[in-house]
């Protein structure tokens, strides 16, 4: 299908109609083909599929997490276009891709222009907003609750695409912490995180609350990096915090020893995965406590479903009420609910009313 100069369309290539399907948007007007985000998982296996998108003039990343941005081998097949995304995750990009800077604020990519905010989820964090047809905004992943990370309020927007991994679950971070704190009184307790996300939120959670923790060399890395690279991403003067927590928390050393905080997320790999062998291997130490998705395919799956591993989440996305204000203080009359099934999705849809929901993978405007 052409699209005509002041028309606009936006096709979810992936990330719409499934539960944490990578995310990948296409965004076509003006002349212009824009790629939003090109994730990989967090499944074991999902990637987006790009084979029949053809050459797009950019690719804009909202974050670097990889369920965003970590299918980047697969750019030849869209062209090689050069690559936008915050300049603290530049030299963090596959080698050989042309990676360009975005600006907090104004920008422009192949004549459109784009307004970035920080959207209170990662370091290098931006909501997008592309000045066509109105304003189309694509929040990424965003969270209004954390204690870490800042959020900007979007500007008004003619169309939304959603992070509604939560779907229509409206707990609050308050709760959350209450129950996390709870599940707290096993020793020796092990945390696996993402180094570059939640990490850092459940780290300095901890250091203000004055509990004694561990924590692995990826994880010491990450605090120090975000400190000193991404700070303009924090509130406050949690910059400081998190670089006392660098040099302080002890090591994190070959067996759990009281609270351990060790990367990756799913035990897949790293200390995590050294620290949880026996826990993997079923003879029950040390007691393991996942606070994100549970990716399919992983050890972090198979230790929950066997109950070797408890459960309790920590907001990192959008909880109900906070879409639903999203959708009212943009003034959004189209609205596209991601990363959530389809059954999800119709029971959000009467909630963001009078804004029509976006019930296929492909919309048109102008």
């Known amino acids: 299908m052409s699209v005509k100069t002041e028309d606009a369309r936006l096709t979810a290539v992936s990330g ?6 990578p995310a990948c948007f296409l965004l076509e007007g003006r002349g212009s083909r824009i790629l939003i985000d090109l994730g990989e998982g967090p499944d074991e296996g999902v990637v987006a599929d790009v084979s029949g998108v053809g050459r797009v003039d950019a690719l804009v990343l909202s974050h670097g997490h990889g ?49 970035t905010g920080r959207p209170g989820h990662a370091p290098g964090a931006f909501w997008l907003r592309f000045g066509i047809g109105g304003g189309l905004l694509y929040m990424g992943d965003h969270c209004r609750e954390s204690c870490l990370f800042a959020y900007d309020a979007p500007p008004r927007s003619r169309c939304v695409i959603l992070d509604a991994s939560y779907g229509t679950d409206d707990t609050p971070q308050e709760q959350r912490i209450a129950e996390f704190e709870a599940a707290l009184s096993s020793r020796p307790l092990l945390l696996p995180l993402p180094a570059y996300g939640r990490a850092a939120e459940v780290a300095l959670h901890l250091a203000r609350s004055g509990r004694q923790f561990r924590v692995c060399e990826s994880i010491r890395a990450a605090l120090r990096w975000m400190a000193d690279t991404a700070a303009d991403w924090l509130c406050g003067d949690t910059a400081r915090e998190l670089l006392e927590v660098a040099n302080l928390a002890p090591p994190a050393g070959d067996e759990a020893d009281g609270l351990v905080l060790a990367a990756a997320a799913q035990c897949e790999k790293g200390a995590s995965a050294r620290l949880a062998r026996g826990a993997i291997a079923g003879d029950g130490s040390p007691a393991i406590l996942f606070t994100g998705y549970v990716s399919k395919g992983t050890p972090a799956a198979t230790l929950v479903a066997a109950g070797r591993a408890g459960y309790c989440c920590w907001n990192v996305h959008a909880r109900l009420s906070e879409n639903v204000d999203l959708v009212r203080s943009t003034g959004a009359e189209v609205v596209m609910p991601c990363f959530c099934d389809i059954p999800e999705v119709n029971r959000i849809a009467p909630l963001l009313a009078p804004a029509r929901t976006v019930t296929q993978n492909v919309f048109s405007w102008s």
Request: net charge positive; hydrophobic share 40%; charged share 15%.
């Open 16 to 21: 719409f109609g499934g539960t944490k399907l």
């Open 67 to 115: 369920d965003h941005a970590g299918a980047l081998r697969l750019l030849p097949q869209v062209g090689d276009p050069p690559v936008y995304a915050a300049e603290p995750l530049l030299p963090r990009l596959p080698k050989g891709v042309q990676g360009r800077p975005l600006s907090p604020g104004a920008n422009e990519i192949a004549g459109i222009p784009l307004v």
